[in-house]
């Protein structure tokens, strides 16, 4: 298809053409065009379809203030829904289809709802398919879901990577238009670091798309020169294709970074988007403005768009809508819309002027005091109704409308920390206020100054402020600098269908509507109407609801005032938010530092939390995971076993006030412990409940090793971190997470000793006598390493845990493994960890499920009487402490065949099986090699009371019944005397 509309000049390469798609028609384009500006030229003006009527819509704007023109970009595994034609670069072999349509774009079904607006109006869903209820989810809600929406998802795995990244500066400018360009001149040719954003892929911002002069030269040369004196600075980075989406604490700024959507797929291995966070010492918002539209009836017709966005086609894109076009204004920039559209050989039927004193042109014809009030074609504009001064009524023949009611500031980086703007009379248009966020300055039009030389001046004088710099200012181009007043004019009178949110259907008539039945709080207006609550937000509607809420309510329009703006400034993907973090990535994999020498050796793995932890080593022939878990309990029992216990958290705590600290932290006795030892601890949280237990190693005097159970290691953490900064801010001592700084190894059974004699320098005694049970201390092994030894016992068996610095892990867990040959050493995962932790009668997650006290887990006598510690007051509520209370026992099946089950229920022998007669539950379960049956910990009310009491474990929803046991929870070595050999 030939490029029927495009014009002569602009800023696209000729020398090349670009073959695109829409709708799966062939047309073809230029370097240069967005996709927007390629449909025009080659006379394409129906775009889309609006949300609620189906109405159609064309291109209204040449930004990301797009509301109309929104497509479905690419195909397959790559479409990308609701993307904005006016901000998608052009390249060779895209394909876009329209959306929100069916089956055809010219032919939509649901546009049958246009002819039923009068019982779809503002806030129809609040009233209606309120009765029969039954009808809601079988009927009204599948036809609601089926009507609304824009775009469809692919529903594939979007091939393409995203990803985030960290950037520093001392200014950071948002918006590369004339003030941002000055600005950064200014910052970077006195040696700032400046970082230069603009969401355009061309730099100089609204200079692109005028015919103004700079220094009596075309604006495009000024643009040039300045960028390529910019990109020769090593200390300015300019960041086109860049939209900088929020403005966050601390100046930092999220930027979003477009790397590979102008491309039909992103470079392999390169991201298509980058989400920035920028850290700025000063921040400049340079954003410019947006035209506003006037409302009048039928104005969202293919072909009505803005004037601004007329001449940013004609002039920077050479594309036009049409060859006959009318301009409808209140202001001298339609005016210069339409001679810059002369100027390219556009016929200008005329240009409505609502203003009796509009300046006249001798190229074409001025309407002073005129009104366009009704539009004509049913899938673009073929005629404008147009309203004389004198009352009469004149048809113009147009293929397009440029409209023009002014310019509002882009504020809304000023108020994304709650900043509110200011009423400016001269533009009638909101400007930012004084409340900005910390270290944001505003220049250019987006403060107000409308004017080329004012936005040159006032970038130049902003980055001069910002920085505080003494060098001499720089020469400020010459350029235009006329004076800009904006008399308001928001809607035609006397209109029934004026469109003023064109995405979401809102209309003047909704506006009066909302103010009618009582949602006059511009918040209430905003939800019961919708108005910009689309995808653009309201950068081009919510100008003209608030001027009409304010009219009908008698007020002015800062008395109404404005909603808040939130980020993100423009629509964001959600895989952009997530960059890498999916699939496998979804969260960080940590390994421990035995992981690859246990990969070597066949280890199968878990994820606990963020760990990837060896679950069981299986040896050849064995074929089953009870096999290898079963070896591996028995060949630890029997003589020395080796498990990675890296992932438990472990906390250096230091300060002279370190024990006193600790002693307040657990609910049990810390400020005697000697130097050299260990204790066990029971943390409990402020409410009473048992949060978490470990170990407290004392080092010495002022120097205290905490290790936490590996799910609650961070929690346990930023509990002790509170009570440090909050409860008490002047004890002298220091938290820091050591967990990932020291390689931890539990070696455990009747052979431990004499293999860790093997590895630890002789010249430390870790017999019996020399390092008892509950002994710690700084050893060296192997010849001058050093190391922590801990004789500490998950196991029940005579066990230490031996800990180096993480970068010796890997080589201290093959040395063990080589020492321990003559002991038949086996390595052990966590299913033989936990199934001796359960055969001892440790308590673990399972028990320390965030219901349960110490009282519960047997440990009540720990609750030290004699201090005060977070959570001992509250443990000795009543409801915690009743006589009948659940107590931490062993399960044991009388049938040794039966399977005792995690989670099932304890039933007297006889009796009811529901939930007023139930007598507690199993936590943990497991096969014990030791004694060759399952066995289980568990809660039963009064349980300590209860050791031999037959009982019924019953599960319903498994259909499980099996006779038990109570036993004590301690299955081996009751006594404690294998741990203390």
Request: glycine residues 10%.
């Amino acid at each position: 298809m030939t490029q029927a509309n495009r014009l002569n000049g602009g800023q696209i390469d000729r020398t090349s053409t670009l073959n695109f798609k829409f709708d799966s028609r062939n047309f073809t384009a230029h370097p240069g065009d967005t996709l927007a500006s390629a449909l025009l030229a080659n006379g394409v003006r129906l775009i889309g379809r609006s949300f609620k009527y189906h109405r159609p819509r064309g291109i209204l704007s040449a930004g990301s203030e797009e509301p109309n023109a929104l497509v479905e970009l690419r195909t397959g595994n790559r479409k990308e829904p609701n993307t904005r034609a006016t901000t998608i670069e052009m390249f060779d072999g895209l394909e876009a289809h329209s959306q929100n349509r069916w089956p055809s774009l010219r032919f939509d079904a649901m546009a049958i709802n246009d002819r039923f607006s009068n019982f779809l109006t503002a806030g129809f869903y609040y009233k209606t398919f309120m009765w029969p209820a039954a009808f809601w989810e079988k009927l009204y809600e599948p036809v609601i879901r089926r009507a609304a929406g824009l775009g469809t998802m692919s529903m594939q795995e979007d091939p393409d990577e995203y990803d985030k990244g960290f950037r520093h500066c001392d200014l950071l400018i948002i918006g590369a238009g004339p003030a941002g360009l000055m600005a950064a001149l200014t910052a970077g040719r006195a040696g700032s670091d400046v970082i230069l954003a603009d969401e355009d892929f061309a730099l100089g911002g609204r200079l692109n798309s005028e015919t103004y002069s700079l220094n009596d030269d075309i604006a495009a040369n000024w643009i040039t020169q300045t960028v390529a004196e910019l990109s020769a600075m090593p200390n300015v980075r300019l960041m086109p294709r860049t939209t900088v989406i929020g403005a966050f604490d601390h100046g930092i700024y999220g930027a979003v970074e477009r790397k590979g959507d102008h491309l039909s797929a992103p470079s392999e291995g390169k991201p298509r988007q980058i989400l920035w966070r920028i850290y700025s010492g000063r921040a400049l918002l340079c954003a410019g403005a947006t035209e506003r539209p006037i409302a009048f009836e039928n104005n969202d017709r293919p072909g009505i768009m803005l004037a601004g966005a007329l001449r940013s086609y004609a002039n920077r894109f050479a594309a036009t809508p049409a060859q006959r076009v009318a301009i409808f204004t209140n202001n001298d920039d339609g005016h210069r819309t339409a001679a810059d559209l002369h100027a390219k050989g556009v016929k200008i039927a005329a240009v409505v002027d609502v203003r009796p004193e509009a300046p006249l042109n001798g190229d074409y014809e001025v309407l002073r005091g005129a009104e366009v009030i009704d539009t004509k074609g049913r899938l673009g504009l073929t005629f404008a109704e147009v309203k004389l001064a004198d009352g009469s009524n004149r048809t113009l023949d147009v293929g397009a409308l440029g409209i023009s009611g002014g310019w509002n500031p882009n504020v809304h980086l000023t108020c994304h920390q709650r900043g509110r703007p200011v009423w400016n009379e001269t533009l009638s248009a909101f400007v930012p206020g004084d409340t900005l966020p910390p270290g944001l300055t505003v220049a250019g039009a987006a403060n107000g100054i409308m004017s080329t030389h004012g936005a040159l001046k006032s970038g130049a004088e902003a980055a001069t402020h910002a920085l505080d710099l003494k060098s001499d200012a720089i020469a400020i181009p010459t350029a235009e600098d006329a004076p800009v007043a904006q008399t308001p004019f928001w809607y035609v009178q006397g209109c029934s269908r004026a469109w003023l949110d064109q995405q979401n259907d809102v209309t003047v008539k909704d506006v009066k509507l909302s103010h009618q039945e009582g949602f006059q709080s511009v918040e209430h207006l905003k939800r019961y109407t919708t108005l910009g609550m689309a995808t653009d937000q309201g950068k081009t509607s919510n100008m003209g609801g608030l001027a009409i809420m304010a009219e009908i309510a008698g007020k002015s329009i800062p008395q109404v005032g404005t909603t808040i703006y939130r980020p993100p400034y423009t629509p964001v993907p959600i895989a952009t938010f997530a960059g890498r973090m999916r699939g496998k990535e979804f969260h960080p994999t940590r390994l421990t530092p035995s992981h690859h020498w246990a990969k070597e050796r066949g280890a199968v793995f878990v994820e606990v939390g963020n760990w990837l932890r060896a679950q069981w080593f299986p040896l050849p022939g064995e074929t089953h995971w009870r096999q290898s878990v079963d070896r591996e309990v028995r060949q630890t029992r029997a003589s020395v076993g080796v498990c990675d216990c890296t992932t438990l958290g472990k906390i250096d705590v230091q300060g002279t006030d370190a024990a006193d600290f600790l002693n307040r932290i657990y609910c049990n006795g810390f400020a005697k412990l000697a130097v050299g030892k260990t204790r066990y601890g029971l943390m409990l949280r402020e409410d009473g409940i048992a949060m978490d237990d470990g170990t407290a190693a004392r080092l010495a005097e002022d120097h205290f090793v905490v290790t936490t159970t590996t799910a609650n290691a961070v929690k346990v953490y930023q509990h002790m971190e509170f009570i440090r900064q909050c409860l008490f801010p002047d004890m002298d001592v220091q938290l820091i997470s050591t967990t990932e700084a020291w390689a931890q190894y539990a070696v455990a059974g009747p052979n431990s000793r004499k293999l860790l004699q093997k590895i630890v320098d002789p010249e430390f005694d870790i017999s019996n006598d020399g390092f008892p049970f509950m002994a710690c201390g700084n050893i060296t092994v192997c010849g001058g390493l050093r190391a922590r030894l801990f004789r500490i016992s998950f196991s029940g068996e005579l066990a230490f845990e031996i800990a180096v610095p993480s970068r010796y892990g890997d080589a201290l867990m093959r040395r063990l493994m080589v020492e321990g040959e003559e002991f038949n050493v086996v390595p052990y995962g966590t299913e033989a960890l936990g199934v001796m932790r359960i055969e001892k009668g440790h308590a673990a997650g399972n028990e320390l499920n965030g219901t349960t006290t110490a009282l519960n887990l047997g440990m009540g006598r720990m609750v030290s009487k004699k201090k005060d510690s977070i959570g001992s007051v509250l443990s000795e509520r009543e409801g915690l402490n009743e006589a009948d209370a659940l107590n931490m026992v062993g399960v044991k099946p009388v049938n040794s065949a039966d399977k005792i089950t995690a989670g099932a229920h304890l039933m007297d022998a006889s009796g009811p099986v529901d939930a007023a007669h139930d007598q507690g539950y199993v936590t943990s379960a497991a096969f014990s090699p030791s004694l060759n049956c399952y066995i289980g910990l568990g809660y039963l009310k009064n349980g300590s009371d209860r050791h031999g009491e037959k009982m019924r474990l019953v599960s319903p929803l498994t259909d499980l019944t099996v006779e038990v046991e109570i036993v004590s929870s301690h299955f081996v070595d009751p006594e404690g005397e294998r741990l203390r050999a």
